[in-house]
């Protein structure tokens, strides 16, 4: 079975705060697919980051990183210097080979509030 | 990246109708879509995998003869909630995936509401 977990529910922090958002994955397949979205109060989703079971290289965006440990099934996301537009709901997300048609488990987000 | 659209974006709809959501591919084919459905400050949960000229796959729980799904081309697939009711009342959002490749994009979602 794969499960994503999300344990923060909500975390609140001041602008210019570094803030991280945890991410623990299960999963038997050995090919898999990890992702983080961005949701805002609109509802869309925003890609932010897709990082396949191989590469386990931490990845730097501007202001945001991501460490991915498979020795601890974690993919845990950073925003560095936060702003009030970082405000959202943050999803985690993991896609795994066995199923063919890739199709993503969520986790159940993070609501992330910046504050001025 | 590639582009989904979906429409409506918003919809109010009175209990007993029944509504219909596409979501279209714009840039690339799709062969297979996905539809989500999210409740308020909840994650979102697959309802089914929709697979171009084929029969969807549904996740267990929900109900293929409320929500049906068709995906009759490489680029659109729609959900038509029938008969609806105001439990339906929920944010759905669509994703199409990149030909074979395991990565799918999003679609702007519909706001649904049935009074």
């Known amino acids: 079975a794969q499960k994503v977990t999300q344990a923060q529910t909500e975390i609140s922090v001041v602008e210019k705060e570094d803030v991280t958002l945890d991410c623990v994955y299960e999963?038997?397949?050995?090919?898999?697919?990890l992702f983080w979205y961005k949701q805002p109060p609109s509802g869309e989703l925003v890609f932010l980051i897709r990082?396949?079971?191989?590469?386990?290289q931490n990845e730097i965006s501007g202001r945001y990183s991501w460490n991915f440990q498979k020795s601890t099934s974690s993919f845990n996301f950073t925003i560095t210097a936060s702003q009030v537009v970082d405000s959202a709901v943050y999803f985690c997300a993991l896609s795994g080979s066995m199923d063919s048609s890739y199709k993503l488990i969520f986790g159940s987000g993070t609501r992330l509030l910046v504050r001025p | 990246g590639a582009v989904v659209s979906q429409h409506p974006s918003r919809v109010i709809c009175k209990s007993g109708t029944s509504v219909k959501i596409e979501c279209r591919s714009l840039?690339?084919?799709?062969?297979?879509m996905f539809w989500y459905r999210q409740f308020p400050k909840k994650s979102l949960m697959l309802m089914a995998t929709?697979?171009?000229?084929?029969?969807?796959?549904?996740e267990q729980g929900v109900e293929k003869d409320k929500f049906l799904i068709n995906h009759a081309s490489l680029t659109l697939s729609t959900l038509t909630v029938t008969s609806a009711h105001p439990e339906d009342s929920s944010f759905y959002i669509c994703?199409?995936?990149?030909?074979?490749?395991?990565?799918?994009?999003f679609g702007q979602g519909t706001r649904l509401t049935v009074v």
């Open positions: 994703s199409a995936r990149v030909g074979e490749r395991a990565e799918a994009f």
């Open positions: 999963t038997r397949d050995t090919t898999y697919y």
């Open positions: 929709s697979n171009e000229g084929s029969k969807a796959t549904y």
């Open positions: 990082r396949n079971s191989f590469d386990e």
């Open positions: 840039d690339f084919q799709a062969t297979t």
